[in-house]
């Protein structure tokens, strides 16, 4: 019984992810740290941000990647399928509906005065998401700096994510290396 | 194409879309527009409405392309097909992950990580905000200074920043007023 409720729980938690964020990924970051890191506590801020790092670098949609990641964690294969159908369950049935009854959806004045709207509210609060994963994931200078670097190579110099991934996970080690050393 | 070819065809588009969804576009464009399947001017379409619409915008897509070729079926295996791959994967990085990351290499492979990668998810937000407040076209069209941002938009973006930081709503009660400004003044 304490299995099926966990499964529902899975399932509802991401569907209402789904169903509430337009665009992708990052869209989702402010209703994933909400819902997942603050409201259940199913993960810390710490393991959101390393879930974006493997969804950056392995195959698939991010987004999916955290609810697979997640629906593994808490309840194994069946948990991570749950959470997978979930998070896709609600593009499933509306854009099916749209499909079959309203194709000229996105042509409606409204509708992308709306989405003008909504991408205005996602700016702001990304910024306070991304302050927030900030205080915890840079806390120390030798990971500002490289945050710091990451924003520049990728904003300025268009360096590609995953060369990024590589290059950040280089840099922890060879810090580690180097403090070794010294003691 | 039968509907396993295009399981098939998803199933590609997922193994090969890795750092999100924009890829994953490509991919579908380069295999189902290059192909003559669909038709630019139809595809670009189903990109305007998975945009529109909640949810990953890659699985919109496949969602909607699987539909408009097998109908119900069809939408159902093309996101199946898109998810697998990373179904597959993330569940076998997952199962190792949790004894893996106790190793003290991995462990300072991770504190680089997480910062990189703050600082990636710190410009892909830099990105949303310059959309939603600047309007660098009409600006680069006018040269006028004021032409710059979408001041109501900036005005807005400011409301709800100072909102959200004194009041603990829920995401979602943002996103409806940001719909609901959008209609009324956008």
């Known amino acids: ?183 | 194409m039968s509907l396993f070819q295009l399981f098939l065809v998803f199933v590609y588009v997922g193994m090969f879309t890795i750092g999100g969804g924009l890829v994953a576009i490509t991919l579908m464009q380069q295999e189902l527009v290059g192909r003559g399947l669909i038709t630019a001017e139809r595809f670009y379409n189903m990109v305007a409405i998975s945009e529109s619409t909640p949810g990953p915008i890659g699985i919109n897509m496949a969602t909607y392309i699987g539909y408009e070729m097998y109908g119900i079926p069809g939408g159902i295996i093309a996101t199946i097909g898109t998810v697998l791959p990373s179904l597959v994967v993330i569940i076998v990085i997952a199962r190792y992950f949790g004894k893996f990351q106790e190793k003290p290499l991995v462990k300072a492979a991770f504190f680089g990580l997480r910062a990189g990668t703050t600082g990636m998810i710190a410009v892909a937000a830099f990105q949303v905000i310059l959309v939603a407040v600047l309007s660098l076209d009409s600006f680069s069209r006018t040269g006028r200074w004021q032409d710059i941002a979408d001041w109501r938009a900036f005005a807005f973006f400011c409301i709800i920043f100072v909102l959200q930081v004194k009041i603990d709503w829920h995401p979602v009660f943002f996103i409806i007023l940001g719909a609901v400004f959008g209609i009324v003044f956008l």
């Open chain 1, 1 to 183: 019984m304490n299995d099926i409720r966990l499964y529902g729980e899975l399932f509802w938690a991401f569907f209402k992810i789904g169903a509430v964020t337009f665009g992708g990924g990052l869209a989702m970051l402010p209703v994933l740290d909400r819902d997942l890191v603050q409201a259940k506590k199913w993960l810390t801020a710490e393991q959101l941000v390393d879930y974006f790092a493997i969804g950056q670098s392995t195959p698939g949609i991010i987004a999916v990647n955290v609810a697979t990641f997640v629906g593994y964690n808490k309840k194994g294969v069946p948990g991570a399928v749950v959470a997978t159908t979930g998070i896709v369950f609600p593009s499933l049935v509306i854009i099916m509906v749209l499909a079959a009854f309203l194709e000229g959806f996105a042509d409606i004045p409204q509708v992308q005065s709306a989405l003008r709207g909504i991408n205005v509210v996602v700016a702001a609060l990304l910024i306070k998401a991304v302050i927030g994963l900030g205080k915890k994931t840079l806390a120390v200078p030798a990971a500002f700096f490289m945050g710091a670097a990451s924003f520049i190579l990728i904003a300025v110099f268009n360096v590609p994510g995953v060369a990024v991934v590589v290059l950040s996970a280089l840099y922890g080690i060879a810090l580690k290396y180097r403090r070794g050393n010294e003691a």
